[in-house]
């Protein structure tokens, strides 16, 4: 087992909420889709639609932001943003399935965003850059963007005040300006067909998204849990009052749909000052650069932390903790893009890794608020509905914008899960899900409890009783196969005398019965209880282990070998009867261990059928189950004596008819009596099969114990050449006919 490191303690730079949070979060959301796609939004869906396209878009930011706001104000907030509140909420398995894709969507989204920027910048006209290679010149700009933000994210941030001027100053050249003189309307033919809400929706949401590069930040703030709401929520609101007034502003100026729809530069060509707009693009592709640089490496460094990545990642240096390995990871990954060229095609891919993180965000905070734990008290409350619509925004527009990426996406966050949960990592931290379980548990419970029973959805929910040490691997292999990892399963042991009253050797012996059960890989609840003697505890189990629905209504029991047991192993069937409890008995082959779920070839499992009324139903359905639950074939074979007077060909007709109608796959063996004892007849026709199953006689309203256990050991004595025998009761008030019945 792998062991998951805590999260190192470190100071940070302690920044406060405007330059750590408000700053990078609101120069990711204006970005270029501001300056190159809202003329062509106006121009396919008009003014009303673009205004309630935008409000959409930004209410599923909002929303998401009041549940990072609740998360945030929940937790001793650390570096990793978003990958440390899901992976503290739903586990290290959830958190790296969300926070590798993250951290690489942010490094590949720097490759786009300096891609972008080196292209206008070469096609500007500047005749210092004009006749340069655009990936030379995104090489150089990655490189100068790298050193600053290694070296000090301070500096990196303080750089984007210029950047924010330079993206407001484009802003108010824009609203300063007015219709362009001299605009012609484009012929027809090179117009395109104006398209509907969401294709358009699916272009314009990536505006609105990009709280995750002040999250990201959340290592090196003052006081992340006062200022991640402040600055996110103040992000999103100055985001949406300038995408709202942008489309007012050139519908004023602009009416002509078809302009609109092919004009990338119509903004350029309305502002007072144009220059002012290509100085915002250039801005706004920086500045989503910077963010996602500042962002990424911190990530990288809290899953290397984690040891979810090499741990070499992880190191931090100097007094601020900056993660200069984890950058110098970006830079070279964001320059092998540059270098390998046109990458779009994966673009969509990382959309859907952000609005997965979304919807995981809106979900924890919906699920944290819904269960109530008493973990959860964050000074930001949000109403749970909200955070369920948030998830529920976010993943629709995931749909919207491309099922397939979409899937592909969940694929690749679903391997990472899978590869992360393969290694058993185990984490000291606490998360929700133990919680989650619960909740779902009670509700579960409740629901059962209200349901009447139904016997044809029956399950076998088996207390199986085992000495410590374990000495035969029969009950557990038995236990398994019977529950098929369908049913529920307690693995139980009695200890008795000095031991019940050492709480430490119970502990210690609690823990060798669950590994036990992991060596088997079986799912189980491991329950030690102590007793003056064994089998007074073993009834005492019985009498009160589970609640309401949850009450095991199957005992697994080996036959017992000490002389001095059996009175006390016959009151405890009768006490059984009497309790509603099925029972099954294992007699344990005399001969060389067999191992029924492994090896090779097949099984043979005899059944002996004494007709539906006494235990048949309730033994087929066992063999039934242990056909599902063994990793051999098993051939089941119904075995019958012929009463006297009834005839084999007609036993034997009824039998393959009941087999048929059932749908059970079994040979059917009849034979003839022949005045010989039933047992003495089983031990002779059975003794070629692996296993048997004999049905016991229900406990008479008037019969002792020793009774009792004289019929069973006759029984048990006369079968003592089988290799392996469990001897069924039926006692449950449930029709297991049903369970065979079209």
């Known amino acids: ?39 062509w939004m106006l121009g396919n869906v008009g003014l009303a639609t673009s205004l309630v396209i935008v409000t959409v878009g930004s209410a599923i930011t909002f929303l998401t932001g009041l549940s990072i706001s609740a998360l945030a104000t929940n937790m001793r907030l650390k570096g990793g943003g978003a990958y440390f509140m899901l ?13 590798i894709p993250l951290a690489l969507s942010q490094t590949v989204a720097v490759t786009f965003y300096v891609a972008g920027f080196a292209e206008a ?42 950047i924010m001027a330079a993206i407001a100053f484009s802003l108010v050249a824009f609203f300063l300006g007015g219709a362009p003189t001299g605009l012609a309307a484009p012929p027809p033919d090179r117009v395109p067909p104006p398209l509907g809400f969401w294709p358009v929706f699916a272009v314009f949401f ?73 100085l915002g693009v250039w801005a706004a592709t920086l500045s989503s650069a910077v963010g996602s640089f500042l962002c990424a490496p911190r990530v990288f460094q809290a899953l290397a932390r984690d040891r979810l990545m090499p741990r070499v990642f992880g190191r931090g240096f100097g007094a601020n903790d900056d993660p200069r390995l984890s950058a110098l990871l970006c830079f070279g990954l964001a320059a092998a893009g540059l270098m390998l060229g046109d990458i779009n095609a994966i673009a969509p891919v990382l959309t859907m890794f952000n609005l997965s993180t979304y919807a995981l965000l809106n979900l924890s905070a919906a699920l944290e608020e819904l269960m109530g734990n008493p973990s959860w008290r964050p000074t930001f409350r949000v109403r749970p509905w909200l955070s369920l619509a948030g998830f529920a925004g976010c993943t629709g527009a995931m749909f919207m914008i491309s099922p397939g990426w979409t899937f592909i996406a969940l694929g690749c966050e679903a391997a990472i899960f899978w590869l992360v949960q393969r290694r058993a990592l185990r984490a000291r931290w606490g998360d929700m899900r133990t919680g989650l379980v619960m909740a779902l548990v009670r509700l579960c419970v409740q629901w059962l409890e209200r349901r009447p029973a139904d016997s044809r959805n029956w399950r076998p ?12 691997p029969w009950i557990l292999l038995l236990a398994r196969a019977i529950s098929c990892n369908r049913g529920l399963v307690t693995l139980a042991s009695v200890v008795p005398g000095a031991l019940a009253r050492q709480p430490e050797r119970l502990d210690e012996l609690h823990d060798a019965l669950k590994r036990c059960a992991e060596r088997f890989r079986m799912g189980v609840v491991a329950r030690v209880q102590p007793a003056g003697d064994t089998w007074s505890g073993v009834r005492e189990l019985v009498r009160t282990y589970g609640f309401g629905p949850l009450v095991p209504n199957t005992v697994l029991v080996g036959s017992p070998v000490d002389a001095d047991a059996t009175v006390a192993f016959g009151g405890f069937v009768v006490d059984l009867a009497r309790l509603r409890r099925n029972l099954v008995v294992i007699r344990e082959p005399q001969t060389a261990q067999q191992d029924l779920p492994g090896g090779r070839g097949d099984l043979r499992l005899d059944v002996w059928w004494r007709g539906q009324n006494a235990n048949g139903a309730f033994m087929l359905a066992l063999a039934c189950l242990v056909q599902r639950g063994t990793l051999r074939r098993v051939r089941l074979r119904l075995c019958q004596i012929a009463e006297a007077g009834a005839s084999v060909a007609a036993c034997t007709r009824v039998l393959e008819d009941f087999a048929r109608q059932a749908r059970i796959e079994a040979e ?16 002779e026709l059975s003794a070629a099969a692996d296993a048997t199953c004999i049905g016991l006689r229900m406990p008479r309203a008037d019969e002792t114990p020793d009774s009792y256990w004289d019929y069973f050991r006759t029984l048990r004595d006369a079968t003592a050449p089988l290799p392996l025998v469990a001897f069924a009761l039926a006692s449950e008030q449930v029709n297991f006919k049903s369970i065979f019945r079209n």
Do not use: H
């Open 668 to 683: 059917v063996c009849v034979v003839e009596g022949d005045g010989r004892p039933f047992a003495v007849r089983i031990s």
């Open 121 to 162: 910048l070469t096609r500007s006209g500047l005749p210092v850059v004009s006749a340069c290679d655009p990936r030379l010149v995104g090489l150089a700009t990655l490189t100068v963007l790298a050193v600053v933000a290694t070296l000090s994210a301070n500096v990196a941030l303080k750089s984007q005040y210029f």
């Open 206 to 278: 990536p505006a609105v998204t990009g709280i995750l590069s002040g999250v990201g930040m959340s290592g090196d703030l003052r006081d992340p849990g006062t200022s991640i709401p402040r600055g996110t929520l103040a992000a999103v609101l100055t985001g949406y009052l300038v995408y709202m007034a942008v489309p007012i502003a050139l519908y004023a100026f602009v009416s002509d749909a078809a302009i609109l729809r092919t004009d990338t530069m119509i903004l350029q060509k309305c502002a007072r000052w144009p220059f002012a707009i290509l």
């Open 1 to 39: 087992m792998g062991g998951m490191a805590k999260v190192t303690e470190t100071k940070g730079y302690g920044f406060g909420t405007f330059q750590g949070v408000f700053t990078p979060s609101i120069l990711t959301i204006i970005g270029v889709i501001l300056y190159l796609r809202f003329g």
């Open 87 to 99: 992976s503290r909420s739903f586990g290290a398995e959830a958190g790296a399935a969300l926070g």
């Open 461 to 472: 929910n088996v207390l199986a009783l085992t000495p410590l040490p374990v000495s035969s």
